[in-house]
């Protein structure tokens, strides 16, 4: 009861700061330890092996929280079974200007254009090395400089750079905040991009002395056509996993009219429904057994577990913290538990896309 006051008391405060201010102080006080603490392992029935990696629990940090890996340790004591850290690009970049990060409390949604702000490959480097004996899964999210003169290059680099201290690999193309970084989803674009991608990492195994997996992050925005050619290009260069999906341009039915004419990236519960649309017709396209993040709209217990059966084989979160705050995760995972022992099972994946052709029906607006 006492950590339940103290954290919407927490969040009534970060609320009265403007959002990026907000994230700071968030991101101090997790690297000064001034953080519930929950075990992560604590509900062996969510425990699962996945891309080769043993997950004690489904539920991981979105990258975009930690883009410069300074608190990944902490985010795993929040309940989390994995960390994301990045987007990560080689140079370190500034990003787009501020303001830039908004609330829509009517809507419990966020949006952004930070454009990739981040300290750089050699600064998230150092970190991830000093933390590596400290176990735990830490995925790194790589990207491309906003100015590069060969955005192919700048994730080939990520993929070389990181090769010895990720966990996995995710290769962000979706972000709506860079300026053409959504056409590397096009056909021809993907290929050249994946085959140099699974190239290097293929190449780096060797050093690494393990294939690191790598996933793709699209867009929810992609038609139905540049699905069917982003599924088919995963399983072609043999990408290990997806991630689906990044922020949303839609705008459809949000009550926060001012701010949501913002420009960037909508994220938080108005994606839900795009997101697990788009995740349930994924799942159908690529089959049973390729592992997909599912994200995009995750605020309550009840909405992780729709994303399961929407065919999600792992789940991500970040924006709904900022309205529902750490207690968040605990609730989810009890949840989880509490599900699958009122069903009979041991198991998520015995659910996992038991509604898949309900959601994958659906009309996206």
Not at 69 to 81: M, W
Not at 87 to 94: E, I
Not at 238 to 264: F, H, Q, W
């Amino acid at each position: 009861m006492i950590t339940s006051l103290a954290s919407r008391f927490a969040l009534g405060a970060l609320h009265c700061l403007d959002a990026e201010a907000a994230h700071g102080v968030t991101i101090r006080a997790l690297a000064a330890g001034l953080h519930p603490r929950t075990d992560n392992a604590r509900y062996k029935s969510l425990a699962q092996t996945v891309l080769g990696l043993d997950f004690p629990n489904p539920l991981g940090m979105a990258a975009g929280f930690d883009k410069n890996g300074e608190v990944p340790d902490a985010v795993l004591g929040l309940g989390f079974g994995f960390a994301e850290v990045g987007t990560v690009t080689p140079l370190a970049q500034a990003g787009n200007p501020k303001p830039r990060l908004f609330r829509l409390p009517a809507d419990c949604g966020v949006i952004n254009r930070f454009g990739f702000n981040n300290e750089g490959h050699a600064a998230l480097l150092a970190r991830l090395e000093a933390r590596r004996r400290r176990g735990g899964l830490v995925g790194v999210n790589v990207g491309a400089n906003k100015d590069t003169a060969d955005r192919v290059a700048d994730y080939v680099a990520g993929i070389r750079t990181f090769a010895a201290v990720a966990s996995y690999f995710t290769v962000n193309i979706s972000s709506p905040n860079t300026p053409g970084l959504r056409d590397l989803q096009a056909k021809e674009a993907l290929d050249a991009l994946l085959a140099a991608v699974m190239m290097e990492r293929d190449r780096g195994a060797v050093a690494a002395g393990r294939k690191v997996p790598v996933l793709l992050k699209i867009a929810p925005d992609v038609s139905s056509e540049g699905l069917e050619d982003i599924a088919e290009a995963v399983q072609r260069h043999a990408v290990d996993g997806l991630i689906v999906s990044n922020t949303t341009l839609s705008r459809v039915g949000l009550r926060d009219a001012a701010t949501g004419k913002e420009a960037g990236g909508l994220s938080g519960r108005p994606l839900f429904r795009r997101s697990t649309i788009v995740l349930a017709r994924t799942r159908k396209l690529v089959g049973p057994d390729l592992p997909i993040i599912g994200v995009g709209g995750i605020d309550s217990p009840e909405a992780a577990f729709t994303k399961i059966t929407a065919g999600a084989t792992l789940l991500q979160l970040y924006s709904a913290l900022v309205f529902k705050g750490p207690q968040l995760v605990t609730d989810i995972l009890a949840h989880l538990d509490t599900e699958l022992r009122r069903r009979g099972l041991s198991n998520l994946s015995e659910v996992r896309s038991a509604n898949v052709d309900g959601w994958a029906n659906e009309t996206l607006d």
